[in-house]
């Protein structure tokens, strides 16, 4: 893949132009925008996740508009980390991505094909922006405990974030990572949970609040389709781990995703498929790039 990244910059500093990117007015516009290229890409590739990446747009869109990172000097030496720990949303996280200007959206369209570096799970050496190669439900969560405790450890101040499922959170390697966390006070981790009910095809996790403040979390349950307030709770820091219960429906913008999750899980639509989920989602005039 070929890195838009041309200029060579000071790992110590933050690009100037950086702090103005994707803000104010054009949120609701930009998370549309991303929906109908998500839809776009999962036409051309016959892979997507759909209903899970529909969930998860506007906190990943919360997310890099609101922690310390720089795509137009991706190792930047300050930057805060985001782990993708729902690795199986990986075209959301691309999509949010190429919004921001890591990449240009142009290259998505190799997402899932033969040799592509956009595979349908993230590899970190291969994208700009990615921190971590994920995918093996309830890993990720565990890479950022560490994270955070290799920040304390260099007396950084840089920040770990991640995002989990409630379908990965039946993962028993999720539980240990969140008790590891909360034993080593580690307040520069904030764990945001999807709460799409991806859980109840499995082990059902009533009051997914309570658990973590069993664990001694600091909880906040909030709309995880408002990026304003994910995005206050982002910038908050906590006495110790704090937790998002981002409460999200699956499928969000596309009535058809929302009305038949399960026969969307993993599926993509055909053309006249496609023509509808655009109308459903207000973008049945466009299926261009931005």
């Known amino acids: 893949m070929k890195n838009i990244i041309t200029k060579k910059h000071d790992a110590n500093k933050l690009s100037s132009d950086v702090a103005d990117i994707m803000r104010g007015d054009g949120i609701v516009s930009a998370c549309r925008d991303i929906r109908k290229n998500i839809l776009r890409i999962a036409k051309l590739s016959g892979h997507g996740h759909i209903p899970t990446c529909f969930s998860v747009i506007e906190i990943l869109y919360a997310i890099y508009g609101s922690i310390k990172h720089d795509p137009l000097n991706v190792g930047w030496e300050k930057r805060d980390i985001f782990v993708l720990s729902k690795g199986h949303a990986a075209l959301a996280h691309y ?5 921001f200007g890591y990449f240009d959206w142009k290259e998505l369209d190799s997402f899932g094909s033969f ?15 990615i921190e971590a190669s994920t ?5 990720g969560i565990g890479l950022a405990v560490g994270i955070a405790l290799a920040f304390r450890i260099s007396k950084s101040e840089r920040r770990a974030f991640t995002l989990i499922g409630d379908g990965e959170s039946n993962e028993g390697s999720v539980w240990e990572a969140v008790l590891v966390a909360e034993n080593l006070k580690l307040n520069n981790l904030t764990i945001i949970y999807d ?13 997914p609040s309570e658990h973590f403040r069993g664990f001694g979390c600091e909880v906040v349950e909030l709309n995880g389709h408002d990026i304003d307030a994910i995005s206050t709770e982002i910038k908050k820091r906590a006495d110790t781990v704090k937790v998002i219960v981002a409460n999200t429906i699956k499928g969000c913008g596309c009535r058809t995703f929302v009305e ?3 026969e969307w899980h993993r599926r993509s639509p055909d053309a006249e498929e496609l023509s509808c989920l655009l109308e459903e989602i207000g ?3 466009s299926l261009k790039r931005p």
């Open 95 to 99: 999509a949010v991505l190429a919004q």
């Open 115 to 129: 040799m592509s570096d956009f595979g349908c799970h993230a590899d970190r050496l291969k994208i700009p922006g």
């Open 135 to 139: 995918g093996s439900l309830g890993h």
């Open 195 to 207: 709460n799409n009910m991806s859980h109840s095809r499995g082990l059902q996790i009533r009051n």
């Open 260 to 262: 038949n999750q399960y």
């Open 283 to 285: 973008c049945e005039d």
